[in-house]
């Protein structure tokens, strides 16, 4: 399980509850609690000028225990949307403005014991239905910029009436034309803002979508179940190798802001079989009233980008909100995508407002790694910008670090943590040596000596807690990463050895300049860098002979007095050091057992 689907593991516990089709079967959630549980109908109004118009129908639930405030033109609202899925990526390709209240029905069909109460709320338990003609009346739209999806609240409705594409859910036919987008899928999802809801703290359920098809005449025609309190930002994920079958490769988080609304974030990184990777995101909105104003993701400045690309979704009909794409940069090892002005410069600059989702890509000559991207967000406040996991380009270039080693036989690599025996455990496979005047190490990069020529013994300086210390005599390495040092004379068990390395990078001619330290720490039986019950349980099976320690392995490490048998006597030490009993002490060459 990966830090992604650690996070994404305990979500929608509301929407589990509720199921695919809306049917919940179980109890009512606190308060009320309006959820989009079905699309019954789309009402198609043609097109003017290249773009299509549409209105979606409405099947809404109060699943919570309390009634749903329904006002006149006012709350709850239905802001609908349009994305397609081509190529890898999911875009927003249409936009309504907000549907509001008329007058609720209190009807059966949402799994719950429905009290009947309708007219100027939605009774607890009920469904309400509105047909797509009905939510297309021009009247009853408010712009989504009345609307803080966050509280719920709404500013007032802009009456008024227009063409057949006015307010009503827009899309540019070109964007779904087959031959543009050969192989296409596409999705209508309807999002609620709802002023109690919001204050019952069940608004995270707002968001529900259903695939659709395209007919020759564009019409939307409905495919399969509603997925109810799912954004369709999870269609990406859902349907990413073909309907219904899902792209795993797609990671979709929440993203919440601290004391307001959430964002999901999904990311999908793909090898383009050429030497790159396409690195695709996208950022969704559900109710954050803050709404998003950037996107940074870190890249190496060795890392070269190309194809740098946005999209997002262009708001109509007089709406206030700007469609002026976003501004992109690439340096100072970030990639980053940003509204053309900031809220002190234009509080209606294009921003990634409630319900709407935005898309970002690149190619990148590295493959994927973990990193921290960052969410700017657009309205001034704290914090002003939330971090989540992502991932992006690979560092290929990294500052030198040693990464590993071995205790002296080849194979035998483990993470240098500064408690490494320091001496072989055999060289015949029967006697024990209690010295180490070879070893391997590994750095994270190609190194070489600092003025430039192939690493050597003058690059490694060695001192010993001792006094006298082993010179490094030679030096060798196929790859410049992996490296075999011969000292003059064995490390023993008597003395901390601390080796630094004075390397640069070939890549970067960053240079390192770190020391490892090799020695024993008495006690760690599995040598995990700490004593703990464990170790004195391993030491009991040794002496007990129920584990065989193999000579040259580095784990058996039960022989504390170095005798080269393990017996009774390294009990008693064990316990001597744990205890501080004299001849033994807890502290050893400088360091102390935990």
């Known amino acids: ?5 650690r996070m994404f593991a305990g979500l929608f516990t509301v929407v589990v509850a509720v199921g695919a089709h809306g049917v919940r079967g179980g109890e009512h959630s606190v308060g009320p609690d309006v959820i989009y549980s079905d699309i019954n109908s789309i009402r198609d109004y043609g097109a003017i000028g290249g773009v299509h118009g549409y209105a979606l129908g409405s099947n809404t639930c109060n699943i919570g225990n309390q009634n ?44 719950l014991a429905c009290n009947g109460q309708g007219g100027n709320v939605l009774g607890a338990g009920c469904l309400d239905v509105y047909s797509g003609g009905f939510n297309g009346i021009q009247s009853n739209m408010a712009a989504r910029s009345s609307i803080n999806a966050f509280t719920g609240q709404f500013s007032g409705l802009q009456g008024g009436n227009g063409d057949a594409l006015f307010r009503r859910l827009q899309i540019v036919e070109s ?34 979508y259903k695939r659709v098809t395209i007919s020759g005449t564009f019409a939307l025609q409905q495919q399969g179940p509603m997925n109810v309190g799912i954004p369709a930002i999870f269609a990406w994920r859902d ?31 793909s090898d383009n079989g050429n030497g790159t990777w396409r690195y695709a995101y996208a950022i969704f909105n559900l109710n954050s009233d803050r709404s998003g104003g950037s996107l940074s993701v870190p890249v190496p400045e060795s890392v070269n980008v190309t194809n740098v690309g946005f999209h997002d979704v262009d708001y109509h009909s007089g709406e206030v909100y700007d469609n002026t794409d976003w501004v992109v940069s690439t340096s100072g090892g970030v990639v980053r995508w940003s509204s053309p002005q900031t809220f002190d410069e ?50 290929l270039c990294p500052a030198p670090a ?88 064995a490390i023993t068990v008597d003395a901390w050895t601390d080796i630094t390395l004075n390397a640069r990078s070939l890549c ?87």
């Open 402 to 489: 040693f990464l590993g080693g071995a205790t002296g036989i080849a194979a035998a690599t483990r993470v240098y943590d500064g408690f490494i025996d320091a001496r072989q455990e055999s060289t015949d496979g029967v006697n024990v040596d209690l010295g180490l005047s070879s070893f391997i190490i590994e750095v994270n990069t190609e190194v070489e000596n600092v003025n430039g020529t192939p690493i050597s013994a003058s690059a490694f300086t060695v001192t010993d807690t001792a006094g006298s210390a082993p010179t490094v005599v030679s030096v060798s390495s196929e790859d410049q990463r992996r490296i075999t040092i011969e000292l003059s004379e």
């Open 68 to 111: 749903l405030l329904w006002v006149n033109d006012g709350t709850p609202g239905l802001g609908m949307n349009a994305y397609r899925l081509h190529d890898n990526r999911l875009e927003q390709i249409g936009i309504s403005w907000v549907k509001t209240a008329c007058c609720a029905a209190a009807g059966a069909g949402c799994g």
């Open 346 to 395: 234009n509080a209606n600059s294009n921003a990634i407002r409630w319900g709407t989702m935005y898309t970002f890509w690149f190619d990148a000559d590295a493959p994927p790694a973990d990193v921290d991207a960052t969410l700017g967000l657009f309205k001034p406040f704290m914090p002003e910008s939330v971090d989540f996991p992502s991932q992006a380009p690979a560092n």
């Open 1 to 5: 399980m990966n830090r992604f689907t």
């Open 239 to 269: 349907h990413g190798n073909g309907p219904n079958t899902p792209d795993t490769s797609v990671e979709i988080i929440p993203v919440d802001v601290p004391g307001e609304g959430r964002f999901f974030a999904a990311t999908r990184v």
């Open 175 to 208: 964007d779904l034309a087959d031959a543009n987008f050969p192989g296409a899928q596409y999705f209508a999802e309807g999002v609620y803002a709802a002023v109690d809801d919001a204050q019952a703290d069940n608004s995270m359920n707002n968001a529900s």
């Open 508 to 594: 970067s001619a960053s240079v390192m300049n770190e020391t490892l330290r090799v020695g024993f720490l008495p006690a760690d039986v599995n040598q995990d860098g700490s004593v703990t019950p464990f170790d004195l349980l391993r030491l009991r099976q040794h002496i007990l002979g129920l584990i065989t320690p193999e000579a040259g392995v580095p784990t058996d490490f039960a022989d504390l007095n170095r005798n080269g048998s393990i017996e009774p006597i390294d009990l008693l030490i064990f316990r001597q050091l744990l205890n501080g009993v004299p001849p033994a002490t807890r502290a050893w060459a400088g360091e102390s057992l935990p």
